[in-house]
């Protein structure tokens, strides 16, 4: 944890943008990437929160097309 991870994560979000052909990051590639970076750490944290990746994954998906 630190600075290293943030670094980290923002060149994997920035890395996911790029593959959309997207010049700025959206919620979804800085969610990707730090699902990438915290692993199952990150899906542990949710899973105490009484939620998971994929459920995320589609609220995030049902909020981008209701509004888009």
Do not use: P
């Amino acid at each position: 944890l630190g600075a290293e991870v943030l670094d980290d994560v923002t060149r994997r979000a920035g890395d996911f943008a790029a593959e959309r052909e997207h010049q700025s990051v959206g919620t979804a590639d800085l969610l990707m990437a730090v699902f990438e970076v915290y692993g199952k750490l990150f899906e542990h944290a949710l899973y105490l929160r009484g939620t998971g990746r994929d459920e995320l994954l589609e609220k995030l998906n049902t909020v981008t097309h209701t509004q888009g």
